[in-house]
């Protein structure tokens, strides 16, 4: 499955449905079910860890209006990555990448 490591608070913002665009630097093709992976940083809470798998339903330039569904300011060139359908699971043990990357975790794991 496919997994994206985002850093707290963002990735529990995103388990909750409340920011539905991730802003990146760099866009991707892929769509389709993602694994959202908390960051391991010191002093927060669930770390290097699955926390929520959404949908990625688009990537495209971030627009101003964007702003409120990301939680924050247009970045001039950034990717507005569109994510619908939170949905929690269990919170299994994961080390993170850059970008879009591969885990190797049987849906049963995750309880969905």
């Known amino acids: 499955m496919k997994a994206l490591s985002v850093k ?10 409340e920011k539905t665009i991730e802003i990146r630097d760099k866009g991707t093709k892929y ?4 694994l959202i992976v908390s960051c391991k ?3 927060v809470w669930a770390i290097g860890c699955a926390i929520a798998m959404v949908d990625l339903v688009d990537c495209r330039l971030m627009v101003k209006a964007d702003e409120g569904a990301a939680l924050g300011e247009h970045q001039q ?3 507005a990555w569109v994510l619908e359908n939170p949905r929690r699971v269990e919170h299994v043990p994961v080390t993170g990448r850059l970008g879009v990357y591969d885990v190797d975790l049987d849906p049963g794991q995750l309880g969905i």
């Open 77 to 79: 060139g950034a990717k």
């Open 8 to 17: 707290q608070p963002w990735a529990e913002l995103i388990a909750r449905g």
């Open 31 to 34: 769509r389709g079910p993602l």
């Open 41 to 43: 940083e010191p002093n």
